[in-house]
Every structure is written in structure tokens, then in C-alpha cells.
């Protein structure tokens, strides 16, 4: 997901987050929740910097996997009177970047098959190596944003030149043309249906999203079927993984979806599709949980289903990542903006308690760069960690307090967003 300037991307996504929106719309009254910077200990923070957080937790890792704590980078952004505090964001915040919108298939290879373009990404790259952190892919093959060729002319392309030569050429020169020494890589972007059932196969939980190239045409379940089955998603990682080993490589690859949690059927989807790649061989390294939620009852994971789901993914032998994450508040209140805030830290801690999760990436930096702007809906779009003049919020400084207290040692706090009716720090 991301800030997109196609007004029918925009559209798409104002379908397709329905479990979100429906909630904004009935939002609940804010609970009562306790914070960890409601303790004495954390209550005077504004002189850390995460980054520092984020150094003690890693040396204290040793040879263990790395805690990315990261946020999207945009090229737009690089030439906006933003660019300044962005630049320093990135060498204070956040050690991880991945492009929000120049990785991805309509930017790599925009005019015609197999003439790529990977400038866009590979600055967005630089940008991060120079700033010394880390960089993550996102993403090789997604129903939207595709190019025009691809868009426009449909029925162009058979399964079979699908499955063996556009997509094939499409992953393996965009993971090998970014280079060895990136983090990760979506591989495959929503590719599973929103509206599944747990008793569905894979092959159902793919056709019934309705979504390229199952479908010719995307969500027109009256056009001509492609794929009838979920060979497409094996092409990609198949390839993916191919081109990993050929620049030697041990980035992981993971699939990317959103409502992927215990209480959610795409969850059991997207279980479903790792073990099919996985008793077929396939290398797959890990699952990203998009996470765009509402500061509103049942509109984001409690934090344990979110522990559940980890597990579950580790019984798989699987990552789990929190990828895409924004809280959209139903007002500017002090208890909504409090609610905000033990949200982002739950989930972060979710994160960090699980020894399978390594990367918690935000959707944008700032209130005013945010995708959640495009929607013309009621509720607060102040769904990030900065504030439209990029000043820090209670939830950047509960965020900070959840690293502190992972860094120094602490138990896991509570779930707070449960209001302290269920939970009292």
C-alpha cells in the first residue's frame, strides 16, 4: 500500500481496506489505556534517539538476526522541502528503508517488455546505504501497478508466456539489478482473497480475489480467467530465489498481505500458501503483515492474536514481519491520540518479543506525506509517528519507551490497547 497519484489505484484501495474503513465509520469511544511513558521512567525521552535504542539492541543480538525498525522513502520525497528533516530521520529513527512506490513492476519496466528502468529504485537504495541502514524490497509482482503495457492490453499474454518468460524476467532483474546486500524482498503483494473462508484451498483463495493474472482484467470475475491456479505466485519466488543465489545473496523473500491475523481468514490463506510452496520445494522465508489499522474496536489485532500469529509462522519455520504499519485515529481527543499510541506499541512488541520477527516497518514517515490523506472519508488521517510539521507524537515517544524497556531487559508489557479494564501496567 501507498501514497498513489492514480485516482483508481486510490479507489482500489478504498475497497479493498473495507475491514478498516467500516470501523472509522461506527468508531468506538477511546478505552481507557495505560502507557509505558505514563511511568516516571519513561516519561522524559525527547533526548533519545531511537537509532541509539535500536545500536544496544542489536549489539546485545551479537550474531543473531538484526531488529529493523524502518519506514518508506520516497523519491518525490527527496525533492520536497521535507527532504532536509527526512534525511535526518534516517539517520536518527530509522534503520531501514523500502520504497514506497519506485520498486515496484510499473516503475521498473514502464514502456515495454523487457526494457527495465531500475534508476528510481537504485537511487532509493543509495539513499539508504548512504545514510548507513539497510534496504528492503518492495515488490516484484502485485496486481496493481503494473505497467501500461501489461494494463492496457490484457489478453496480450498466455499463461504460458506469463508463467515462463514476463514474469520470470521481470523478478530475476529486478532482485539481481538491486544488488546482494538488500535486507528482504516482497516477492509476491496480495495475491490472496479478502473475503476467504477458512475451509478454502489455496487454488480458492487465489481465484476468489479476482485479481490479476488469475483474472484478465482485475476484479472483473466476468473477464477471461489466466492462471486457475496459484502458479503464478511459485513463478515469482522460483525466480526470486534464483536470482539470490546468482549474487549471492541471503536476503530473505517473503509474500506480503494485509489482514493477516489469528482472528482473519487470509490468515488461513496465507498459511495455506506457504506450506504448498513449501512441500513443493519453493523457497519462501517469510510472511509481511501489512498493517494499516483504526484506532477502533476490532479494527487491529490484540496482541495476542498477533503472538499467535508469529507462532504459527514459526512452527512453519517462517519469519513474520510488521510491514506497512499506520493507526488512523477517529479524532484528535487526548484518549484516542493515547489509543493510538499503546496500539503502535502493542504491535511493536509483538514484534519484538517474537524471536521470529525481525522487521517492523512504518508506511510513511509524517502526517502530511501519509497515504491515509487520499481518502475522502471521515475520521483523523494522522495515522504516523510525526505530526504534519514533523514534530514527534505520544505515539513516537511510547514507541521509543517499548524499545527502551525491550533493550534494557523488561518483561513484555501488557496489552494496553485492550483499555485497563483488561489490562493495568
Not at 527527496?78 to 534516517?90: G, P, V
Not at 520498486?103 to 528502468?117: D, L, R, T
Not at 508463467?163 to 509476491?188: E, F, H, R, Y
Not at 504491535?347 to 517492523?360: G, K, M, Q, R, Y
Request: glycine share 6%; with cysteine; hydrophobic share 40%.
Amino acid at each position: 500500500m501507498s501514497a498513489m497519484n492514480d485516482n483508481s489505484v486510490k479507489m482500489h484501495w478504498v475497497l479493498t481496506v473495507t475491514t478498516l474503513l467500516a470501523a472509522i465509520q461506527a468508531a468506538s469511544p477511546a478505552p481507557t489505556v495505560s502507557l509505558l511513558t505514563d511511568l516516571p521512567r519513561f516519561k522524559n525521552l525527547q533526548n533519545v534517539s531511537i537509532r541509539s535504542v535500536l545500536k544496544t539492541i542489536n549489539d546485545k543480538r551479537l550474531k543473531t538476526s538484526t531488529f529493523y525498525f524502518g519506514s518508506t522513502i520516497a523519491d518525490l520525497t527527496l525533492n520536497t522541502q521535507n527532504a532536509e528533516w527526512t534525511s535526518a530521520r534516517f539517520k536518527d529513527t530509522w534503520n531501514l528503508a523500502v520504497a514506497e512506490n519506485d520498486c515496484k513492476w510499473f516503475s521498473n519496466e514502464p514502456v515495454a517488455p523487457g526494457v527495465f528502468n531500475l534508476t528510481a529504485c537504485q537511487s532509493l537504495r543509495d539513499f539508504a546505504f548512504q545514510h548507513g541502514i539497510a534496504f528492503r524490497g518492495h515488490n516484484t509482482l502485485w496486481h496493481n501497478q503494473r505497467p501500461d503495457w501489461l494494463v492496457n492490453n490484457p489478453f496480450n499474454f498466455t499463461v504460458s508466456q506469463l508463467n515462463k518468460t514476463i514474469i520470470p524476467t521481470a523478478v530475476q532483474t529486478v532482485v539481481q539489478g538491486l544488488g546482494k546486500n538488500l535486507v528482504s524482498w516482497d516477492v509476491v503483494n496480495e495475491a490472496l482473497s479478502d473475503s476467504a473462508t477458512p475451509g478454502m484451498s489455496l487454488t480458492d483463495c487465489v481465484v476468489s480475489a479476482q485479481r490479476w493474472p488469475t483474472f484478465a482484467i482485475d476484479g472483473n470475475s466476468s473477464s477471461p480467467m489466466l492462471f486457475h491456479d496459484s502458479s503464478f505466485i511459485n513463478t515469482a519466488f522460483i525466480n526470486a530465489d534464483k536470482a539470490r543465489k546468482k549474487i549471492g545473496s541471503d536476503m530473505k523473500l517473503f509474500y506480503n498481505d494485509y489482514n493477516v491475523w489469528v482472528t482473519h481468514s487470509v490468515t488461513h490463506c496465507a498459511l495455506k500458501l506457504v506450506e504448498s510452496l513449501q512441500s513443493s520445494g519453493v523457497a519462501i522465508d517469510g510472511v509481511g503483515i501489512q498493517s494499516h489499522y483504526s484506532a477502533n474496536a476490532q479494527a487491529f489485532p490484540s496482541k495476542e492474536s498477533s503472538h499467535f500469529t508469529m507462532d504459527r509462522l514459526k512452527s512453519l519455520g517462517i519469519e513474520g514481519a510488521i510491514t506497512e504499519l499506520d493507526v488512523w485515529l477517529p479524532d484528535n481527543s487526548t484518549a484516542s491520540l493515547r489509543w493510538q499510541a499503546s496500539i503502535f506499541g502493542d504491535i511493536l512488541d509483538s514484534c519484538l518479543f517474537s524471536t521470529n520477527c525481525h522487521e517492523f516497518i512504518l508506511w510513511d514517515n509524517r502526517d502530511d506525506e501519509s497515504w491515509l490523506d487520499g481518502f475522502n472519508t471521515t475520521g483523523v488521517h494522522q495515522g504516523t509517528l510525526f505530526d504534519a510539521n514533523g514534530l514527534p507524537k505520544l505515539p513516537f515517544f511510547e514507541v521509543l519507551a517499548r524499545l527502551l524497556n525491550f533493550a534494557e531487559g523488561g518483561a513484555e508489557p501488557c496489552a494496553t490497547s485492550s483499555g485497563t479494564s483488561v489490562c493495568v501496567l
